[in-house]
């Protein structure tokens, strides 16, 4: 199968119809493609990554105005696929003399492993060897179709995670976080796809004439096990951003029988049951930065960037400016898609620039997939004075919670133990359910604060007093939730009477609640006039 030729990728059209395409059918005009539809959630992730990796080594704008004009007007379906089949030799699937897609066609004496094993979530030999796949089983599957296969493979190669000894991890680390720009509206998948385009001008000028040493696996593959050998950015084409390959993985070639596929459930296919694998696969290392994540930067600049991980707990509005209106070298700064969607691309796109921001990753715990997260923020179309009066003002509220929620998750602890802090247990729960619940209320706020003009400095008192309100009477609410429904007979009333009167002390006077009632105009010891004003 060739992924470039082949109609393999399960999408879903406009009528309605269940279909499978090759990747230049994303431009077809007759019952266009509007979704991809794939049988895993970061299968679907993945897809995605691979369709905007296709475009744009392949099909890259060569400035917004060309950007702008294939957004309006979809390009000749035609001219896509010429553009696409030039790269059409690396991507053969199976191949037993020359490269495969991101594979390593030299592998020999490679361990012969079941192909469950290219699910990040599958368990590995030592979990199996104790016992202890007591949710996700071992042999629950056992064969895959070349669709999933190829879909497996680039999913494990784009989120790598810490694999044991010369295993190598992503490009962008072991389960990176990816954040996709995606339009409100029910469009079609070719608008989705192109809004996480970077014409060439924002890029770099050599992807105007990509080359095959694109990728990796078009020649020999940087073995890293003789002297430590790594790849840096100066190293490789800048494109290989897009097709990072740290693992050393062979297809074993499909037996010559029909089956059904564990993953998709397609009957009647020609299946995959097994690969080979070896440790020492490409190295990254240095300065590469993924136009789809966000990252951290080293104020001090002694350290490469870090991509931002998926995480425990997942996302939430707590992460909203760092992922979405960054853009600081010294510190987070929001995926370059993103911030190509809040300057100018959000202005020029018109009564369809509303959108919202697509966040996935793995949480992985080293070699453990702890849990897939996938959460979707909003976006607001800025000038650049809004958007440094937003990321100050939302920051303010931002601060405050996380302030609040720590609070909450020691009074709470204080008051169900007598010794708090000889206690190790796991108290998440209590700071999720206040990060929940309060969300809907800072987006509220926050649709006002975008709505307000560039030239006005300061933000409305009546803003930041609605959220001291919501935020000290969604604490309590919670405090005597989490502490008083409990059994009366395990209760200490006075250790709870003294924990909650700290909290109403700690949420009146530290440092960020403080600055907020400030702010909010709410003088010191008046407790009624936050009150007087509601999240609208």
Partial sequence: MNLINDAWMPVIRASGKKDKIAPWQIAEKDDPVIELNAPRPDFQGALYQFLIGLLQTCFAPTDHDEWLDFWENLPDGNAVQAHLLFMAPAFELISESGPAFMQDHNLKNGEPINIASLLIESPGENTMRHNLDHFIKRDRITQICQSCAATALFTLQINAPAGGAGYRVGLRGGGPLTTLVLPNEEITLWHKLWLNILDIENFVDVIRHPTF?????????????????????????????????????????????????????????????????????????????????????????????????????????????????????????????????????????????????????????????????????????????????????????????????????????????????????????????????????????????????????????EIYAAWVKRLQDLAYKLFDEWVLEGPAEDMDMQRIIAARKELVKKLNNSKPMKDLMVKANIEKGVKNEAKAVSIP
């Fill in 213 to 461: 040493d694109v990728f990796p696996w078009m020649g020999n593959v940087r073995i890293s096990d003789k002297g430590g050998l790594s790849t840096r950015p100066e190293d490789t084409h800048p494109l290989q951003v897009y097709w990072g390959m740290p693992r050393r993985i062979k297809l074993f070639p499909f037996e010559d029988i029909l089956g059904t596929c564990d993953l998709c459930g397609a009957r009647d296919v020609q299946i995959i049951k097994k690969y080979s694998t070896l440790n020492y696969g490409v190295n990254y290392e240095g300065e590469w930065v993924h136009p789809l994540t966000p990252y951290r930067f080293d104020p001090k600049k002694e350290k490469p960037p870090l991509s931002i991980k998926g995480q425990k707990g997942g996302l939430g509005y707590r992460h909203w400016t760092s992922l979405s209106l960054a853009r600081s070298k010294d510190a987070d700064c929001a995926a370059k898609v993103v911030l190509a969607y809040t300057g100018e691309r959000a202005r020029d796109i018109g009564s369809q620039r509303i959108a919202r921001l697509w966040c996935f990753g793995y949480d992985m715990d080293n070699m453990k997939a702890r849990c897939w997260y996938d959460h979707t923020l909003p976006l607001f179309p800025l000038d650049e004075k809004q958007r440094e009066n937003v990321l100050s003002w939302s920051g303010d509220l931002i601060n405050a919670a996380w302030d609040v929620a720590g609070n909450l998750r020691q009074q709470v602890k204080t008051a169900w133990f007598r010794r708090p802090g000889d206690i190790k247990g796991d108290m998440s729960a209590v700071v999720m359910e206040f990060w929940q619940r309060s969300e809907s209320d800072f987006y509220q706020l926050l649709n006002r604060i975008t709505n307000l003009p560039g030239d006005q400095r300061l933000a409305p008192p």
